[in-house]
């Protein structure tokens, strides 16, 4: 691999997306759906969020126009890479009664060969800490594997940061430095609309070769660098993750549990939404003659009351014991059980609570609690 | 199954709109295996035949509004092994129970011509208040894939699959972007039981509630945040006061903001 970087004109995205197409990719990305940006398969250029950009706040989520024709001039949205890696909603097996005994229906789980088109810094990490639950260890999920190892990703540099972001505080943005297989920065300079490529793996350098791209100039580059610098002093949240995992195992009783609790829904939207969150549940359903049985796996949340059910009731009645159970799983015991923390400061729980929960906000009113309770000392 | 032994299913209607029997009805492919695994004893909607109970299960569509059905539901209760309520009229008290915050007597008066022929209780009340219920199916109607997956479940002895989580969840799974978020539209969903499949929302709507309360429901927070979206105390009431007015937790969120 070379450090070499190239420019694609922006009128020439649309033969990255065919050079994608060509080579068996199918291409899912970013476009408007139902008031938002949502991803889906995008075939054509013109499938893209061309002149949207998002306006985020605690629970709050507008599509604005831009003054300019920017493919990927906002951040993320409701849905995240997730729900092509691990499915919402999936049929593990099926079986079907054979006299006294039954049989094993194969399951092809068949998925396409996705080539994600602007997956964010955040989003990339994201990815990386799910390949370390689903795809590290003694116990390794083949569906989200299979679907894994297939993926074609081209990231895209932000240059502007949403009102909820927090990728600098979780170290895990603005800038793409990781499992890329092209990363793009979008520069819109007067007349002028390009993409400044750098190529991660030998797979991004083939498609290169499918695209019209010429070298970049040191100009070309630090422009690109600087404009990602921009989006760093922009983060939209910040959270001081300051020695976060003994802060919170110190703090499992404090009060403020309780207070978030009086607002929170407990909807399960956070857990949802995040690009980390991985909890499901299964179902076994049966035919109404009983003949056939199917088991099916199904996104579930620590939100919900079956979730933490065994014998007797559920362990975590109260809605304060969920709430700091999803916490504190994703900020403290998270580095406990995978090495990483489980948040990449993405805000999408920030934005899609529906009462505008805010994790960075909760985690300053209990550091913050604890320096007074210092000072008072 | 031996043929000889097919379990008896009876299907009962109280006050209601018969909405739920025709969601019943609706299952078209379903009902053919539905007829064939059961013997659909008792089912006045879709056909005059009647056979004799005891009953293995039996559905119960419909509130109790009269001192007659109030008896009735009990020989239904002595008549069936397992007894299921079907449709927020059932497990709620339905959109009839809007009585229950007013005086039966009024209405009564207004509405006919002779009101001493009216025998009426003053509260439409749901089942559970009057026999023991095996399960509670919730929608105003009743989703007919969960309809199918609880006698399923009866007939195959195993825990029907019917979360009581929200609607939120459904609606996350199908990938429809939240419209309290995205648009600013009220929505029940984070106080409502899942079951529809989230459909409102995929229509740019906000949840009506037609599937109840869900577990854990927090109705005051949710109202807190409706009033910073513009809604005023008046539509606040009219929101929690649809299909499952009399459910308690809406019921109370209802009153609360009516004794503002
Ligand atoms: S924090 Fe917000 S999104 Fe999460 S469960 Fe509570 S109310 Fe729902
Ligand atoms: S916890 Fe919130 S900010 Fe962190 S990764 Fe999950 S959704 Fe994003
Ligand atoms: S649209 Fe309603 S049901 Fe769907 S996530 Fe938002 S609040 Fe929940």
Redesign the interface.
Known sequence: MSDEQFIIEGTDFQKLLDALRQQGYTTVGPTV????I?YDEIASVKDLPIGWTDEQDG????LQKRNDQALFGYVV???SWK?FLHP??LSLWKARKNGKSFEILPNRNDSPRYAFIGVRSCELHAIFIQDRVFTNGKFIDPHYQARRQKVFIVAVNCVQAGGTCFCVSMKTGPKATLGFDLALTEIIDGQKHYFVVEVGTEKGAEIIQRVPAKPAQPNDIQIAEERIARAAQQMGRHLDTTDIKNLLYRNLEHPRWDEVA????????CT??CPTCFCTTV????????TEAERVR??D?C????FSYIHGGSVR?S?KSRYRQWLTHKLASWIDQFGTSGCVGCGRCI??C???IDITEEVRAIRESEQVSKKGE | MPKAKRPKIAVWKFASCDGCQLSLLDCEDELLAVAGAVDIAYFLEASRAVVKGPYDISLVEGSITTPHDAERIQEVRRVSTFLITIGACATAGGIQALRNFKDVKEFISIVYAKPEYISTLDKSTPIADHVKVDFELRGCPVNKYQLIEVINAFLNRRKPNVPTYSVCVECKRRGTPCVMVARGTPCLGPVTQAGCGAICPAYHRGCYGCFGPKETPNTVSLSAWWRKLGVNDHDLVRAFRGFNAYAEPFRKESERYEQR
């Open positions: 759906r139902d008031g938002a949502v629970g709050r989520y507008r949205g409701p849905h729900k919402p909603v009086t607002r929170c829904l407990n909807c399960a939207n949802m939404v179902e076994d359903v049966t035919d109404l003659t009983g199904k996104w949340s939100f919900t009351m079956d009645a809605a934005t899609w529906p009462v505008a």
